[in-house]
């Protein structure tokens, strides 16, 4: 007998969920799990305004004069300099300030930990990206974050600029759809957004701050339902997001599978080609899914150039709208979970075998890093739902 709430196959792919939710248990989430804590996957490069109070935010080219740099929730906290690597040091003298950049206020749990090893990265090559705002070619000033060392969680940043951003990305990059009335390629980048939007929930309600005074975290089971599971279709959301780029994984294996993953430490290198080959050619993941997504449908229809130029455009828009975020860790997963999906429909949308440009696929490191920690944060939030769902839903419907 059969008592999920979520049965057939997901909508646009490919898997029924209950296929997914064994994979991802026994196959997915493990070697994620273990891939992101490597260290070519756990460092992310930032721009360095990202960690320095004075720019911060003032690259928001949506809102420039609201004095996003003076919100409270700004908290950006000491930089000392010994934090960063000789080359860093140089960069922050250039007409940056340098020495002890005192906290501007807000919540102690927004702040970005940016303690790094010296490591350095090497062998990877610089191509723009047609789907997103940044790219490392422009030469700005750049620094890298240690992932692990901040959690995508609860950081207290809500109100009017939180929900503009939202509003903006919905209202006027990809509008909610009702049913039959929108072409499938918009619709896929609503449920895209949409399912990015529903995991961020997620991974606010299931590492939350549940009492200050005492720095208890935990999970916010009440608000993990209020965001997400009384609205099936954010959870219908979220796993679209999961089966569109776990394909782009798929799609890109032979490229992630040859790439140097580099850092300086060969077993934990070694370790994490091995997992990466693990992923990509996994004879369990082949046989129970072997197309979550199938992007070849996809621009078949009249105009679909164009359309793929405008729909190009709107992901840009939300791309450049995560420099609006006016709080520093929601940025840095904003940013980098947007570009993960800008690779992923990079992968599946320009290069060789599905567009004109007829280019061979390449990567930027950064790209790359993203993809696999999007992975990882879809992931999890479908584990998440999966695994205590439906209890919570349970409790709340009164059962
Ligand atoms: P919001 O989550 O702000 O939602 C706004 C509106 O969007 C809702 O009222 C609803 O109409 C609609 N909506 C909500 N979910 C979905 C969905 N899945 N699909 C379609 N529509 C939906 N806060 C943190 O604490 N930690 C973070 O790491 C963090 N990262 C963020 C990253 C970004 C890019 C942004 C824009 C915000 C981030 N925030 C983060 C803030 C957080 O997402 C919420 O905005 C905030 O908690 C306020 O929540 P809310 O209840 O007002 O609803």
Known sequence: QDSRKYTGVVEDCCCDYETVDNINEAVLHPLLQELVKTPFFRY????YQL?????LWCDCPFWPDDGMCNLRDCSVCECPEDEFPEPFKKAMLHGLPSGNLKCQGGNLQDVVDRTLDSKAFRGWIEVDNPWTHDDETDNREMTYV?????PERYTGYTGATARRIWDAIYSENCPKYTSGEICPERRVLYKLISGLHSSISTHIASDYLLDETKNLWGRNLELMY???LRFPDRVRNLYFTFMFVLRAV???ATYLEQ??????NLEE?????????QLVYNPKLQAACPLPFAEAKMWQGQGGPELKLEIQKNFKNISALMDCVGCEKCRLWGKLQVLGLGTALKILFSVEGNNQENQ???????EVIALVNLLHRLSESVKLVQEIGPSIEQTMEGF
């Open 250 to 252: 798929a799609k890109a």
């Open 259 to 264: 790439a140097e993953y580099d850092t300086g």
């Open 226 to 228: 209020d965001r997400v």
């Open 360 to 366: 061979p696929l390449q990567l930027q490191r950064n």
């Open 51 to 55: 960690s320095l109070p004075v720019k």
């Open 269 to 277: 290198d070694l370790k994490a080609h091995a997992l990466m080959r």
């Open 146 to 150: 240690n992932l692990q060392l901040n």
């Open 44 to 47: 992310f490069k930032v721009e």
